[in-house]
């Protein structure tokens, strides 16, 4: 028994590996079909009574087909990908300039949740805000990468979806708190 993979050849780049093209918006159904597909064929227990090498092949093609579907799934991962094939290294860790007009929004928005912690209207009023704020993002970094290939002010706009995610998690927790 051998392993079988989609396009084993394509598996350099993460788009071609599941048959999708190479965009920041993704057909997220379709990606799931062909992840599903992929693990179907080498599951290791399928490849159970192979040999040694067809048996950690499987496996080898398993974990990449993870860590591939996890990397396209999300949009911050999936936008990071393409800017470094594209040769641009979004430096999350280290570079966290930012627009002053995005700071001032951040503050505002730090400030909000700390001045009206117990007002779930309130907050939930924010939330909407920060999830308008995400769709915008999540649509100027489609704009970036499909129509402008523009991969550093992709990273940039990458910089601040990150910001927004994490504050949009403690302003969920702020919300389940109070219900």
């Keep these: 028994m051998s392993v079988v993979v989609a396009n084993p050849s394509a598996s350099d780049n993460y788009f071609r590996f599941f048959g999708l093209d190479q965009e920041f918006q993704i057909d997220l159904p379709a990606l799931d079909q062909a992840y599903l597909a992929i693990q179907k064929e080498v599951h290791p227990d399928r490849h159970a009574r192979g040999s040694d090498s067809e048996r ?9 087909a993870n860590t591939a579907f996890q990397t396209l799934k999300n949009p911050i991962s999936r936008g990071l990908y393409l800017c470094r094939i ?3 290294n979004a430096n999350l860790e280290t570079n966290t300039a930012m627009p002053a007009a995005f700071l001032m929004k951040q503050m505002d928005w730090r400030e909000s949740l700390e001045d009206q912690e117990e007002d779930l209207a309130a907050l939930e009023v924010l939330a909407q805000e920060v999830g308008d704020s995400k769709k915008e993002t999540l649509t100027e970094l489609t704009q970036a990468i499909d129509g402008a290939a523009n991969y550093e002010r992709a990273a940039e706009l990458l910089r601040g979806l ?11 927790d702020a919300i389940a708190a109070l219900v």
């Design 86 to 88: 594209h040769g641009v």
């Design 162 to 172: 990150l910001f927004i995610n994490k504050f949009e998690i403690e302003l969920d």
């Design 56 to 64: 950690r092949l499987a496996m080898q093609m398993a974990t990449y």
